[in-house]
């Protein structure tokens, strides 16, 4: 009865690679996200999707895209890998309630280590 | 000036002490507050959120002061399974959780 789920756990590959990460949630939320957790724990959003849109969209590199096929399942796809990618990224979905208070629930992780 | 600011830690306190993180945040256009919780290696989970009026749920205690842009944590009677980083966050309508950098808590029997 995972609510939030993330492939791969871990993932480890060579710089110059093409890689995704998927995430599912089966809470029935509307919007998803991706965060990257970088070496000094700093968590910080990427992207949000809402029914499938894309609603936030930061100041990431266009090596990486996201893809929400439906509002269950947000995956982040990231081409040409470098060092700088290593990091923790969390998948998150939440359900909007009200004029903007909603929790967020995180996914386990995955762990990306480019060498 | 960070967007969410926390204490710099690490607090290392021994069980049964009381100990208080504080925060503040810069945009006064937030609507939403909320402490996590993360344990090493392992996703951000929600403590609790924070309401204007201060609220507790058993040894935690969340105060929200919207004129100084301040939120605080309070843990009673620590318990070794506290040992945990806590995050700090905020949000506006329509936009991601903004998280300050945690701070560690370290509980020692």
């Known amino acids: 009865d995972t609510a939030v789920s993330q492939t791969p756990k871990y993932l480890v590959t060579q710089m110059g690679n093409d890689k995704s990460i998927k995430c599912e949630q089966n809470?029935?939320?509307?919007?998803m996200y991706w965060y990257k957790q970088d070496s000094k724990k700093f968590l910080k959003i990427m992207f949000s999707?809402?029914?499938?849109?894309?609603?936030i969209n930061e100041t990431v590199p266009n090596r990486f895209s996201p893809k929400s096929p439906d509002k269950a399942h947000l995956n982040l796809h990231i081409n040409s890998l470098e060092l700088g990618d290593s990091a923790v990224y969390f998948c998150?979905?939440?359900?909007?309630?009200?004029?903007?208070?909603?929790?967020?629930?995180f996914g386990p992780g995955t762990r990306l280590t480019v060498t | 000036r960070k967007e969410v600011e926390q204490d710099p830690g690490p607090f290392n306190v021994p069980e049964g002490a009381t100990v208080a993180f504080n925060c503040t945040y810069s945009?006064?256009?937030?609507?939403?507050f909320f402490w996590y919780r993360q344990d090493c290696r392992k996703e951000p989970k929600l403590l609790m959120s924070?309401?204007?009026s201060g609220n507790e749920d058993g040894r935690f205690t969340a105060q929200l002061n919207r004129a100084s842009q301040y939120i605080s944590l309070l843990i009673r009677d620590s318990k070794l399974s506290d040992s945990a980083t806590y995050l700090c966050?905020?949000?506006?309508?329509?936009?991601?959780?903004?998280f300050g950098k945690g701070t560690t808590l370290s509980v020692s029997s």
């Open positions: 924070v309401y204007s």
């Open positions: 998150a979905s939440s359900q909007r309630v009200g004029q903007g208070t909603y929790e967020q629930y």
């Open positions: 999707y809402n029914n499938k849109e894309l609603i």
């Open positions: 945009n006064s256009a937030s609507q939403s």
């Open positions: 809470l029935g939320h509307d919007t």
């Open positions: 966050v905020v949000n506006q309508a329509g936009t991601a959780l903004i």
